[in-house]
């Protein structure tokens, strides 16, 4: 595989297990509220997690919406067994409405509770030196180089590593007993994610720090031997193209028919216009489906923009997860080959194969030059094969129709690549800033106008691949638009940021279920992968212009 010849030789011996994060594709938390795969259509949860779910009830009840983070509530730790604490619970003195006053609601939980966090602690990164030998060598402006040094360095204020008490006393805990450091992308992200952990490990190996990279997947790995994090079941499903040729492709499908434990008390608000029990349960399993994606919320998962409650993830065939499937049957093929796995290979290599044709005939639309997603016709739970309709794909525009160009099969075809290239550049997603998530200004964070990391590196990467001068011109367009928002911003607050306003340089994003993040894992490895990658010129300004 091309993909693999990009890094260096010392990079190399990490690249399997880098790719092996794309295996581990959902990004929810790695805590025991998150969501497994498994034989049946839902997962059960812990008796600790359903008691945290009321106790976050109750806190709601007792403080009101205002500043009200439910996931600090998942996040607590016992300082006791479960049954002392419920017991100690259900005793509290209660007003005629059920709440639990201030006062008493503080004190129970400080007498019986450690902090949310609290089971992760800080861990000294064994690898990280103030300046490693030859770190961002392109970089040649000092100004530049300085920030770059400072994002470096806050790998260091994100490291963690898994307290004791999770090891010897699991039953206390939401957090899973991972042996490894970690880097957490910060703030309220006190866990590991997995997709942030692919761009996490891209700024370290930036960093060279190449231990706490081995040891991010090391636990990855891990969670993926104990917990079977993989694609199959129901999340695959079949299109038959207009030649009659069958496509087998992938979905988003959460085992996960309730209220997500981290915002139960919002998808609960949410779920009350439902009247029956199916209904709520539905609309539950597309909540956490979305989550799985990574995009929570957009209205590209809904049937109508402006109402969450038509989300419908789980009838929508993605055109990013079938690339990012597409490309580890690609890397796994080859990486097969190369230890002599011949037979493994040639089994990923076909499937390889016929997912790439999938694109062209089920994703790709000529006339917009771009990859489209696919609505399902049949809904959700059809066995049969479905006939492919041009109607289905849908023709908004999304960050993530430009994602098939990060790998090579499509990069390296010159004319696809400008027919693609021209298509972004009138799309209306290029901003001043970066490219934005979509077209649609809903309030929610995965629409307009924020711009993430992932989608940028992906893009540009794609684009810079390229045997084309002006993609590798839009590339490294788009390169330094992202890093002077970044750099400005910074400067501006003194933090890196989960996501930009990609309308205005130097402000960070906002919408969504929390208030705007700070830290932050991704974003600090998407700048230093472009600047390690396109440097910055001794003489350039890096102030907005």
Known sequence: MATLLFYSNREKQFSFLVYAIFLLRSPMAVSSHSHSAGSGPVIPTTPLVGFLERV?????????????????????????????????????????????????????????FNGAGDDLIYSEPVDFVPEPHGFLSKVENPQVRGWALEVHALWKNLSRKVSSSV??????????????????PG??????????????????????????????????????????????????????????????????????????PESSTIDEELASKFMNVSEKQQFYRELASTAESGWDFSTRWMRNSSD???????????????????????????????????????????????????????????????????????????????????????QKVFASNFVPLWIDVFNSDIHLVEKVTKSLQTSGLLCAAGIATSLTNSGQQWDFP????????????????????????VAKDIAERWLRTNYVAYKKTGAMHEKYDVEKCGDYGGGGEYIPQTGFGWSNGVVLAFLEEFGWPKHTNIDCN
Request: aromatic letters at 12%; hydrophobic letters at 40%; glycine letters at 4%.
């Open 56 to 112: 976050q009830a109750t806190a709601l009840q007792t403080y009101g919406k205002s500043d009200f983070d439910p996931k600090n509530y998942v996040d607590l730790s016992l300082k006791s067994n479960l049954s002392v604490t419920l017991d100690a619970f259900d005793k509290l003195p209660r007003m005629a409405n059920g709440s639990v006053s201030v006062d008493d609601l503080e004190l129970f939980i400080g007498k019986y």
């Open 167 to 184: 090891h010897d006393h699991p039953d206390l805990h939401t957090l899973l007993p991972l042996s490894k450091p970690v880097i957490i």
């Open 187 to 260: 703030s309220r992200f006190r866990e590991v994610y997995y997709w942030d952990s692919y761009w996490v490990i891209r700024g370290l190996l930036a960093s060279k720090m190449y231990e706490t990279a081995k040891a991010i997947v090391t636990n990855l790995i891990f969670l993926l031997d104990t917990y079977g994090h993989v694609l199959n079941e129901i999340h695959e499903l079949i299109i038959r193209d207009t030649e009659q040729s069958d496509h087998s492709l992938n979905r988003y499908y959460a085992m996960w028919n309730k209220p997500r």
């Open 308 to 394: 969450i409650t038509t989300l419908a993830t789980t009838t929508i065939l993605p055109v990013d997860l079938n690339i990012f499937m597409l490309r580890m049957e690609l890397d796994i093929a080859f990486l097969a080959k190369t230890i002599g796995e011949n037979a493994v290979s040639e089994d990923f290599l076909r499937a390889s194969q016929k997912r790439h044709k999938a694109f062209s005939s089920i994703f790709w639309n000529e006339n917009m030059g771009q990859w489209l997603d696919y609505w399902l016709n049949n809904g959700a739970d059809s066995e049969e094969p479905e006939t492919w309709k041009a109607d289905n794909q849908n």
């Open 450 to 473: 924020n711009g993430w990391a992932p989608l940028q590196h992906m893009i540009v990467e794609g684009l810079s691949r390229s045997a084309s001068i002006e993609a590798r011109r």
